[in-house]
């Protein structure tokens, strides 16, 4: 599981997440739901252990993230909101150093490679230099390297950018499965629909605070709107004024 | 955990060495550019050997109303004898004469007068005027001059014997026409050498002013790679990747290291074999005119090994300093730019060593040098030779020290978050936005 307990962070005078408290449960897909600059990067990167909060705690499978920031790297898997890739190595070669440095076995690596060359149809282009793939490629590989070491907590900034419809699909089914599995998945994104249909509950991040945190068909009921982009809208418009 | 270490190495080396920049940059130029050089430089010098050796000058001669008599025919053999053929000019004044030259594809003219012989048999002072034909001002043209007035020399020098052989029959020439002989000793360390001063410091000189140039070309290029390296981390995001590893910070700083130095250790090699090669190529294997072996002045291993550890201090430090500077921008460009910084201190004491040894500078600027690690190398450079080492060795000490600060500064930055988020930019500022 995953806890944020009243997380605050600022850059300078900039602040970025102000009191922020949410809980993501075992076999749960949670959703940040914002617009861009609604601190739900900088929560993940608090989570991921790369940013320090300003005050408060978060906890990733019952660990400190500030005091134990190892032990929790071993727990999970991180996705950059942008395919964070070496140009100059294939995706085999950077899945394996992944693997190496997270010190898998390598036949367990050889197998869990064969297995995400398939599920991700990266066949084609495992063997070919970063630098020459495409927005959905990169999106791919990014995604197996979060997913490499079948981590207990999946940590996904923005996981569908750059898919095509086809690929945005299979990732979201994948993602559910993943989490129906037993394990977490924190994800972020500023388009409502996918929050709509793949996250169990999720929060509506504005300005470094929750505004609302739910199931999107009880945030829905609760505002009495047609759809997650139109409570959406209801909830972050008047914060605005 | 060591296995960690070497991942990084090999990624480092990867990238490297896939990176077609970087490789031709380092290793492609070093051993393809100084041999064509050297090629090129030493193909032109025999072109310009070879013209040279077969001039052909054009002769205008008043002596005798035009007849060949005594002292201008034998300035005429003298010349023929150092291989600088000649051709009568059939015309009468040097204006026509130098027409005449052009024409015929002559370059230099020289111009006999009319007493030269008469002149010279009564004692008086005979004057030549010798012109040239200046086309492009290059280094042939300067040589072409001197040939001409070196046979006018050797000219001088046998009518001197001949005239004081009359009265000292008997004496060997080189000894009438040099009363007194000068022989040149060096005295190194209280002991005498048997080699002209000039030479010996040509010879060390030489070799004194090349390392530190190649010393400095080789730290600045393994800087600039390294701090590439971190910016390019940085711009790609890929350290976010590497910092939500779990392993220890310090490895990623030691592995990108290591792999620059790996890389740096093969540019220093072609660099050496390329430079070796342009040198031979442009001296013909001479470019060394004494052999330091036999006079017992050649670098001891000590004094090599002191080098090298100097070397590889201020490898360290350039490359912690390299990572440490890069590391607080937000993208290569920056980097590259903030760079620029480091170029001074490295720049410094290599030029102002190569014209003036330490010891006879400002106490302030000698203070300034001493503060800067990469002064040691040079010194140690110059040490080979003098094999005065105890600067340098302290010098090593300061390096150890110096060094040692920027790494644990570096070790600090990057165990702090300030690796992600310091965002130092050049010629323009944005708003931050954090999402």
């Known amino acids: 599981m995953l806890a944020v307990q009243n997380l605050t962070k600022n850059f300078g005078k900039v602040v970025a ?26 929560t993940m990167k608090i989570l991921a252990t790369l940013l320090k909060p300003t005050a408060g705690k978060a906890f990733v499978d019952g ?179 | 955990m060591p296995s960690h270490l070497l991942n990084i190495v090999k990624k480092e080396l990867l ?25 090129t430089v030493g193909t032109s010098m025999e072109a310009s050997q070879k013209q040279l050796e077969q001039m052909e000058v054009g002769v205008l001669s008043y002596d005798n109303n035009g007849t060949l ?6 300035l005429l053999a003298i010349m023929r004898t150092q291989n600088i053929s000649w051709r009568s000019a059939p015309v009468d004044t040097p204006t026509d004469g130098i027409s005449w030259c052009i024409a015929n594809n002559l370059t230099v003219l020289v111009v006999i007068p009319a007493n030269f012989s008469e002149r010279i048999d009564t004692g008086e002072s005979a004057r030549l005027e010798v012109f040239q034909v200046l086309v492009d001002y290059g280094f042939t043209e300067s040589a072409i001059s001197s040939r001409v007035v070196g046979a006018v020399d050797t000219f001088n020098k046998a009518v001197t014997a001949s005239r004081l052989h009359a009265t000292y029959p008997g004496v060997p020439s080189e000894e009438l026409l040099v ?8 005295v190194v360390k209280g002991e005498i050498k048997d080699v002209d001063p ?28 390294a701090a590439t390296s971190v910016a390019m981390e940085k711009e790609q995001k890929t350290m976010e990747v590497l910092l939500s590893l779990p392993i220890k910070r310090i490895y990623i700083l030691i592995g990108k290291l290591a792999g620059v130095i790996v890389v740096s250790l093969i540019a220093t090699l072609t660099y050496i074999v390329g430079f070796s090669y342009y040198m031979t190529s442009i001296t013909g294997g001479a470019g060394v005119s004494l052999d330091l072996n036999a006079l017992g002045m050649s670098p001891e291993p000590v004094g090599y090994a002191i080098m090298v550890a100097s070397l590889f201090l201020s490898f ?30 490295l720049m410094i004491p290599t030029i102002v060593l190569m014209f003036a040894p330490l010891d006879v500078l400002p106490t302030s600027l000698q203070a300034v040098l001493y503060a800067i690690p990469f002064t040691y190398p040079i010194l140690a450079s110059h040490a080979l030779y003098t094999k005065e080492y105890f600067v340098v060795l302290i010098g090593i000490i300061y390096q150890v020290a110096f060094t040692a600060a920027i790494l644990w500064l570096a070790t600090r930055l990057f165990a702090s978050e300030k690796v992600l988020t310091a965002k130092l930019e050049f010629g323009r500022k944005r708003k931050r936005i954090v999402e």
């Open chain 2, 179 to 186: 009363p007194a002989q000068v022989k040149s000793q060096s």
């Open chain 1, 63 to 241: 660990i400190d993230v500030l005091k134990y920031p190892t032990e929790v790297k071993r727990r999970i898997g991180y996705l950059p909101e942008t395919p964070a890739l070496y140009e100059k190595l294939t995706a085999r070669e950077f899945l394996q150093m992944l693997g190496s440095l997270r010190e898998m076995e390598p036949i367990a690596l050889r197998k869990r490679l064969g297995y995400l060359e398939k599920a991700l149809e990266m066949g084609e282009f495992l063997d070919l230099e970063i630098g020459t793939y495409s927005k959905g490629m990169r999106q791919r590989a990014a995604f197996a390297s979060a997913v490499l070491h079948e981590p207990p907590v999946l940590i996904l900034d923005e996981p569908t950018s750059g898919l095509d419809p086809r690929f945005a699909k299979l990732v979201k089914g994948w993602v559910r499965d993943y989490a129906r599995g037993g394990r977490t998945v924190l994800m972020s994104t500023h388009v409502t629909e996918i929050a709509e249909s793949l996250c169990d509950r999720t929060a509506i991040i504005d300005r470094g605070q929750i505004a609302a945190l739910d199931a999107p068909a009880a945030l829905k009921e609760r505002l009495g709107a047609a759809t997650l982009e139109d409570a959406f809208v209801q909830l972050v418009e008047p914060r605005r004024k």
């Open chain 2, 316 to 345: 360290i430090t350039a490359l912690s300093l390299a990572v440490l500077l890069a590391a607080y921008t937000k993208d290569v460009r920056s980097a590259q730019s903030l760079m620029g910084l480091m170029y001074m201190p």
């Open chain 2, 198 to 225: 000039n030479t010996l410091v040509a010879t060390i000189s030489m070799s004194s002013i090349m390392m530190p140039v190649v010393i400095m070309i080789l730290i600045i290029m393994a800087a600039q790679l």
């Open chain 1, 17 to 42: 997440v102000y009191d922020l408290s949410f809980e993501v449960r075992p076999g749960e897909v949670f959703g940040l739901l914002g617009t861009n600059g609604a601190g739900k990067t900088t």
């Open chain 2, 69 to 74: 008599s005594n002292y201008s025919f034998v």
């Open chain 2, 15 to 39: 990238e490297i060495f896939r990176d077609p920049r970087l490789f031709i940059g380092m290793v492609i130029v070093p051993i393809l550019v100084f041999p064509l050089m050297g090629f």
